[in-house]
């Protein structure tokens, strides 16, 4: 198997209540991600998608460490990126020091955020802003970024360029300032993207700009991205191989055409038929009964049990792992070309999966 | 491209029972700052510009568009929530325009609105049953005393109706997730039954899981309350799945209107080609038997090339100077495959009737060119 370029272990974070007390359980600490294991091999797209509270944007901000710490707390696992570039040993970034962190953010592994105006200083021209990191990382001075800075907002389709580098952030529409957001993220050529629900904010026109513009830059500079989204759409169009969570945990995790044609856990087909699609026949939605368990509720058990169709007695008993088609405990974590399951009654067939979808239909 | 009709007879002209919303040249002008120093002539925002639509009782509107096109502010306009600077609007006969505050009150009892936001629309510090009683006690639709038990029964049923356990009338919005919160909303409306419920993105702050839960809820209503709903939104998956007739809006004005199926199988405006070519959807679930999908199909959706082919360039025009001429032709793809003609820039092409491709009803595009 090819070294992975980011690999994150069993990773577990957990959050302080607000309004904890020293009485209270485990500290006042929720636990937020329970054993969040993803492989992103370079040049490839990994796509996370999951609802509100599952997680997946915790699971971005903590590989950059931009989660502030108290409320945050790391419980264990490792992120380990290894650089493709020469002479560059794997490192773990949750022991890393902030010289070494500070390096690494932007210059190796860049982030873009759903809201491109909070994230951009709307004091500064963008300009002034897409070269900051140059300056940062490459030493140049301010004219040399300014004019490095004119290139990347036209390699990410910015009309007119050489003008709008002089503007503010709230000279542009939503659309541009993603594109800035994204020059900005390129600057220093990063191995990754970690892209947290890129175009959310956007009309669908500007969506699909966006994401056609994160394809092909994606290939044109054989960066690996991380793409964090709740839209299963956006996942389908940009990714390569998908892991779907669920209360902070991953349940399933496939190349992205085996997850869409052929999930096997019951929350992903829940997903994926309880969407409106264009063209289908107009009978009732498929339901997911019941709603996402808070952090408080999650018990013994399958997480999901509680909403799922063919829950029986052991998935409120017993805790399910993430497990590969043979059953056996994964060798490789998500990311790799296997199908693996968190499931323990997993969809094996198609004739059960036709079982599945009919089922949640009749209740 | 021939000019069939008067904006009057636009609508269904097939059918004699007088419409349930019937709205003529509908405005909203924002003043946002004037021309020049201090006495230039005022810079307008035409949010809304020379609406006319109308829908019948049982009949479901869906009124898509981008962020900014002015679709929530007309939503808004037929409560008079927002007063419209000029045009018609009859509900149920009722000119909304000339009423007061009194008959205003009368008016919302036929017309409810539901939001999007299911947090910011729900009062924080009101238990649930003083949100659904407030409406029965303001139109004196339920016996006094306030908290009687005339008046706890009206309130279980509402809750009922919305998939809400009884004793859910005790607690604060606070403690009901964002799902939760949209029933107490969608219940608030119906507690004066209203024929009419204008609904602005009511699922779209929801996580797929719930929103087909509301989706499905909403048309259960609409089965057991005899409703009709103007359903606002950019989605346009949910929209098609809700609606008979969809109209979509570009910069204040309904760029093209017809029956779902045919707007959807063969758009007739470059505009709404380009929004159906933008959607993203996953992969259909594979399954033996049916090649494509589980579900049954209505018709077929154009490939990923085609898609392409039809992506727009460039970003929605400042609403303050809208280009002149046909508002969409900086970003159409068909003002660029015809060689940029003359006409796109000069003349504002209004909504004509255009002979039915698909299916039966009317359709009505403003594009010089629709075919």
Redesign the interface.
């Known amino acids: 198997m090819p070294q992975a370029l980011l690999d994150i272990r069993d990773l577990a974070i957990s959050f302080r209540q607000s309004h904890a007390t020293s009485r209270s359980p485990n500290g006042g600490y929720l636990r937020a991600l329970d054993g969040i294991s993803l492989r992103v091999p370079p040049r490839m797209t990994l796509g996370v998608v999951g609802?509100?509270g599952s997680g997946k944007s915790v699971t971005a901000l903590s590989i950059l460490r931009l989660l502030p710490e108290p409320p945050a707390r790391i419980d264990g696992g490792q992120v380990l990126f290894t650089s493709q570039r020469d002479g560059e040993a794997e490192r773990d970034l949750l022991r890393c020091s902030p010289q070494e962190l500070r390096r690494i953010r932007g210059g190796h592994i860049a982030m873009i955020f759903q809201e491109p105006m909070t994230a951009l200083n709307p004091v500064y021209t963008v300009g002034d802003q897409v070269g900051e990191s140059l300056r940062a990382h490459q030493a140049l001075t301010r004219r040399e970024g300014l004019s490095r800075a004119v290139e990347l907002l036209d390699q990410v389709g910015v009309?007119d360029a050489s003008r709008r580098v002089h503007d503010y952030p709230h000279q542009l529409?939503?659309?541009?300032r993603q594109r800035v957001m994204i020059a900005m993220a390129l600057s220093c050529h990063p191995e990754l993207l970690i892209a947290d629900e890129p175009t959310t904010a956007l009309?669908?026109?500007?969506?699909?700009?966006i994401?056609?513009l994160l394809s092909r830059l994606q290939q044109k500079l054989g960066m690996s991205m991380l793409l964090i989204s709740?839209?299963?759409?956006?996942?389908?169009?940009v990714c390569q191989h998908v892991a779907v969570m669920y209360a902070g945990q991953i349940v399933e995790s496939a190349p992205a055409?085996t997850l869409?044609?052929?999930?096997r856990h019951p929350y992903t087909?829940?997903?994926?038929?309880?969407?409106?699609?264009?063209?289908?026949?107009?009978?009732?939605?498929?339901?997911?009964?019941g709603?996402?368990p808070r952090l408080s509720e999650v018990a013994q058990g399958c997480r999901f049990a509680d909403?799922c169709p063919h829950a029986q007695e052991r998935c409120r008993k017993e805790t399910p792992a993430l497990l590969d088609e043979h059953d056996r405990i994964a060798a490789s974590e998500a990311g790799s070309q296997q199908q693996l399951v968190r499931c323990h009654f997993p969809i094996e067939t198609?004739?059960q999966?036709?079982r599945a979808?009919d089922a949640e239909v009749v209740r | 491209m021939t000019a069939l009709s008067s904006p009057q007879a636009v609508d269904r002209g097939d059918d004699k029972s007088p419409p349930l919303l019937s709205v003529r040249g509908l405005c909203k002008h924002y003043v946002v700052g004037r021309q020049g120093v201090f006495f230039g002539p005022p810079t307008l925002v035409r949010a809304v510009d020379d609406v006319t639509f109308s829908l019948r009782a049982g009949e479901n509107v869906g009124l898509v568009g981008?962020?900014g096109c002015g679709k929530s502010t007309l939503g808004r306009t037929l409560l008079r929530l927002i007063e419209p600077t000029s045009g018609e609007i009859y509900i149920d006969g009722i000119d909304v325009r000339g009423l007061r505050s009194r008959e205003l009150r009368r008016l919302r009892r036929h017309v409810q609105m539901v939001f999007q936001d299911p947090f910011g629309s729900l009062n924080p510090r009101l238990t649930v049953h003083e949100l659904l009683a407030e409406p029965l006690r303001v139109h004196g639709l339920v016996e006094p005393p306030a908290r009687g038990q005339k008046e706890v029964e009206a309130v279980e049923r509402l809750l009922d109706n919305v998939g809400l356990p009884a004793e859910s009338r005790r607690r604060y919005p606070h403690e009901f997730?964002g799902?939760?919160r949209q029933r107490i909303g969608i219940a608030r409306a119906l507690a004066v039954r209203p024929k009419l419920i204008v609904a602005d993105e009511p699922v779209s702050a929801l996580?797929?899981?719930?929103?087909?839960?509301i989706?499905?809820l909403l048309?259960d209503i609409q089965e057991r309350e005899n409703l009709t709903y103007l359903f606002i939104s950019?989605d346009?998956?949910?929209v098609?799945?809700l609606c008979e007739r969809v109209a979509v809006m570009y910069l204040g004005r309904i760029v093209e209107l017809a029956e779902t199926d045919a707007l959807?199988g063969a758009p007739r405006h470059p505009y709404t080609a380009?929004?159906?070519?933008?959607?993203?959807?996953?992969?259909?679930?594979?399954?033996?038997g049916t090649p494509l999908?589980?579900?049954?199909?209505?018709?077929?959706?154009p490939s990923q090339a085609e898609?392409?082919r039809l992506?727009?360039?460039?970003?929605?025009p400042s609403p303050t100077s809208p280009p002149l001429g046909c508002p969409f032709h900086p970003r159409c793809p068909k003002y660029a495959e015809l060689k940029q003609p003359d006409l796109c820039r000069s003349e504002r092409p209004v909504l004509t009737m255009l002979p039915a491709k698909l299916g039966t009803g009317p359709h009505q595009v403003a594009c010089h060119f629709a075919e």
Do not use: C, W
């Open positions: 609802e509100s009309p529409s939503g659309g541009q009309d669908v026109t500007t969506q699909a700009q994401l056609d709740h839209d299963l759409g956006v996942i389908a169009t055409r869409f044609r052929r999930p087909i829940g997903l994926l038929t309880a969407l409106p699609r264009l063209g289908m026949a107009r009978e009732r939605l498929r339901e997911i009964p709603r996402v909403r198609s004739t999966r036709l979808i | 981008e962020s997730s799902g939760q996580d797929v899981s719930i929103q087909a839960q989706v499905n048309r950019h346009l998956k949910v098609e799945h959807y380009a929004l159906l070519a933008s959607v993203v959807e996953p992969p259909h679930i594979a399954e033996p999908s589980g579900a049954p199909r209505r018709r077929e959706t898609r392409r992506f727009l360039f460039g970003d929605p």
